[in-house]
T-cell receptor
Framework: GDSVTQMEGPVTLSEEAFLTINCTYT??????LFWYVQYPGEGLQLLLK?????DKGSNKGFEATYRKETTSFHLEKGSVQVSDSAVYFC??????????????FGKGTSLLVTP | GAVVSQHPSWVICKSGTSVKIECRSL??????MFWYRQFPKQSLMLMAT?????????EQGVEKDKFLINHASLTLSTLTVTSAHPEDSSFYIC?????????????????FGDGTRLSIL
């Protein structure tokens, strides 16, 4: 079945450092790919998405490119801020015979940015 | 736009109590809502898919008699944890798909509520 694998955390960076969080997926067909962010004690917020190969999703300085050849959707940001500290989830939306197009999440990567 | 409200945000109750959690799409209609469960420092696990006007579809291993789902309108789905026990303590999160029916279901992002932290004593 479909699955998402993302790098284990926690990731600790200094402010203004470059961020990469790796995400790879396994899916049949052509899934859509998403990054969600979860701040402490809150639900998930959509950060960005890409719906087809070579699409680049971007938002708030974060970006990720849908790479079909490497089945990857790595999240990057050029200069992180303390306010970016959160848990980041990579997810795909593909056909699931039981649940329709429910999201399939990776395990999440905790990011801590220090001043 | 695309706001999902989940209530209550936090509940503590005694073992054996039933607890109802509401999930509302405030500014759009959602024919499909999803219920997830999240354990500490872990990912979200899909529990069930809630479809307006029909029975929910449960994931393997989720007890449908334990976790009752009702999706009576296009803006409201409820999850009732019946006869809750300490092992049911968790963070429950709902999401609603849409709006944007012209995108196709695969491309529609899901919009999440802020979650309900359930603690059973």
């Amino acid at each position: 079945g479909d699955s998402v694998t993302q790098m284990e955390g926690p990731v600790t960076l200094s402010e203004e450092a470059f961020l990469t969080i790796n995400c790879t997926y396994t899916a049949t067909g052509y899934p859509s790919l998403f990054w969600y962010v979860q701040y402490p004690g809150e639900g998930l917020q959509l950060l960005l998405k890409a719906t087809k190969a070579d699409d680049k999703g971007s938002n708030k300085g974060f970006e990720a490119t849908y790479r079909k050849e490497t089945t990857s959707f790595h999240l990057e940001k050029g200069s992180v801020q303390v306010s970016d500290s959160a848990v980041y989830f990579c997810a795909l939306s593909g056909r699931n015979s039981n649940s329709g197009y429910a999201l399939n999440f990776g395990k999440g990567t905790s990011l801590l940015v220090t001043p | 736009g695309a706001v999902v409200s989940q209530h209550p945000s936090w509940v503590i109750c005694k073992s054996g109590t039933s607890v109802k959690i509401e999930c509302r799409s405030l500014d759009f209609q959602a024919t499909t809502m999803f219920w997830y469960r999240q354990f500490p420092k872990q990912s979200l696990m899909l529990m069930a898919t809630s479809n307006e006007g029909s029975k929910a579809t449960y994931e393997q291993g989720v007890e449908k008699d334990k976790f009752l789902i009702n999706h009576a309108s296009l803006t409201l789905s409820t999850l009732t944890v019946t006869s809750a026990h300490p092992e049911d303590s968790s963070f429950y999160i709902c999401s609603a798909r849409g709006p944007g029916s012209n995108m196709g279901y695969r491309n529609q992002p899901q919009h999440f509520g802020d979650g309900t932290r359930l603690s059973i004593l």
